[in-house]
């Protein structure tokens, strides 16, 4: 009578916690083979979220711009009396 070999061996240490499993060269081969293909999908994925980022970032700042600061405002040198017109009844409201 022939006894089939288990799939795999678990290791345990004194404590009963596995530390450790022994499995067939062939399924390591394919478990690393895999390991590797899911290492390739996460840094396909990672670049994708950067370049997403990056490209919605740009989009956001040309998309609307942002309205000037107040420090902006008033640091702006006015260029014609028509402006400063504007500007004086403005701040009167």
Not at 12 to 22: E, K, P, S
Not at 34 to 46: F, G, H, N
Not at 56 to 72: I, N, Q, V
């Amino acid at each position: 009578m022939v006894i089939p070999a288990p799939a795999s061996l678990e290791v345990r240490n004194a404590d009963g916690q596995v530390v450790a499993y022994i499995v067939p060269a062939e399924q390591m081969s394919r478990l690393r083979a895999e390991v590797e293909s899911l290492r390739e999908q996460l840094a396909e994925a990672i670049w994708q979220r950067d370049h997403h980022l990056a490209k919605r970032e740009e989009l956001l700042k040309t998309w609307a711009p942002l309205p000037p600061t107040e420090e902006k405002l008033l640091a702006a040198v006015p260029n014609s009396d028509e402006i400063q017109k504007l500007i004086a009844d403005l701040e009167s409201r």
